[in-house]
């Protein structure tokens, strides 16, 4: 007897475990086919029943079903549909579907049965066709089964509003539990929400779908309040939206730049166009008084959307989270967005389950540098890797492109919040600031007077510091008024500011009118993101090892920087006596300032 090459029972065991993510995203494959039918609503149902464990109750779903009003399809159609690897699609490039693994791999990959109606003349009317993955295994399914006329179960003509003159029906029956990512109607829809309120968020705000969702009772009438999926734009540029107030009308974030950008790519003997768009928090999600807005609920749903969105034919495939840095809250406040055409595909390198884009997500740590040849310049390269049909070739400029907006939006969004104080606290609260100033006042005192010293701080000097702090150091006009107020009220000498700079200085020493002097820390030093923001930072979520780590970092930070000090020294030989007393002048200032008998 001939032996299968691949025998059924290990090739429908391999399909079953397809790698989707969870059954969200199982479910997603069923949605996409109904969008391309052209369907307008989408009903999606949990069917629950309570059974009895060791005298305990517990609810668990029976069946999952999905309704559209979509197109319907013929027998020969529907059959295709149940095949792997088939389909009408196939070669179809103007819509979301086209692999021919969605409706039977999603299916198989929760439970052991799919059952499908379909109809194009009225439900009265639909055929029916069914999977089951108990007869494949034992022998008695080879083929995709006829598809005769068959009656649509009394009980799911009762529970969808959807049965109109064309439409499709796909129930989930014989389900594995532990294939099931959530074991209950109401985890198993909200989860569902989140996600395909993301994946379809271009439909749904367009009006062209409606997605809604029921857990229900199986032996009963005890239906729990339908939802309709809500908009979860990872952008949030969108109206009307799942965001929490007092964001869910009008959108939290504000577009990074005047346009989007778009990148043209030949491929296959055409033109097609990657749209990329970013966003930014707007001003207005910092609260006013003066909390983390992490902690609001509009930023613990921004903290569920990190990553830069990967969109087919306006379907987000992924929203991917490595191009951002984990532990950064500043994450959650840009969003970055990708879209782009299924001409594209073998260049993105999208998986037949539409769950990633494999080529471009791999691009989020390639370096050209590390494949170049000896001497090769960057468009060289580029072109050896189109001569070399590389696909990687039409990519790089988008991912240079959106490194350098992420780069971009980060100190943005630290600009914005620079400045502020954390709750309960002012500018005009006693700070650091007052000591130093002090120790100016007390320098000037003993002999050693400035002509900055001599100065007085009025209202034209505090006028010329908001516009310093607004248009130089890009401080919010509220806080950089907050901060001029205070060095009028409390007679400052001294202040600290931030700026961003590719300048190798770890800070700069500017003076301004009214004798103040300020201290810029550049944040963009790695001395700052080690040292001052590792000890300003908010410790409210920290344990106590998150802090004992912190302090510990700092104090190795301090300690290479004496290392750099000394290298200094060492290496500058004609200025080594000068550094020495610079060293030993700066040593006698820090013990004066340090010793204020605090």
Known sequence: MPEDIIPTELAIRAMRDSGYRNTAYALAE?????????ASLIEVFCVEETEIIHDRKRKRIKEIGVLDNGAGMSGLVLRKALQFGNGTHLNDRSGIGRFGMGLPNSSISQGRRVDVWTWEAGPDNAIHCYLDVSEIEEGTLREVPPAPPKPIPSEWRQRGKGFTTTGTLVVWSDLDEDRLTWKTAKS???????????????????????????????????????????VNDPLYLMSNSSTPSPFDGDPMFQHYGEEDTEFPIEFNDGTHIVTVRASWARLETLPDNGKNRGDESYGKHAARNLGVSIVRADRELDLDASWTISYDPTERWW???????PALD????VTNNKQAANIFSHMVSFDWTSEAEPGEERSDFIRRLRENADPRAELIGIVDHIRSTIKTLRTLLQDQTKGRRSPGKRHDDTSVEDRASTKFKERAESGHETPSDK?????????????????EKKYPETDARDIAEAVQKRNRKVIFVLQSSDMDAFFSVEQKPGGVTEIILNREHPAHELLIKALDESVDDSTERDLIERIGNASETIKMLFAAWARQEIEDVPNRERLRRMRQDWG???R???LDGE
């Open 188 to 230: 198993t829809l909200a989860n569902t929400e989140a996600l395909i309120g993301r994946m379809y968020r271009k439909f749904i705000t367009k009006g062209d779908l409606r997605i809604t969702l029921k857990a229900l009772e199986a032996d009963g009438d005890d239906f729990l309040p339908a939802t309709e999926a809500r």
């Open 455 to 471: 100065e007085i701080f009025d209202d034209q000097a505090k006028e010329a510091l908001v516009d310093d702090l607004t248009k």
């Open 592 to 594: 004066d300032f340090l």
């Open 30 to 38: 069923l949605l996409d086919n109904a969008a391309q039918a052209k």
């Open 588 to 590: 006698r200032m820090a």
């Open 335 to 341: 969003g970055v967005e990708v879209d782009f055409p």
């Open 346 to 349: 073998e260049v993105f390198g």
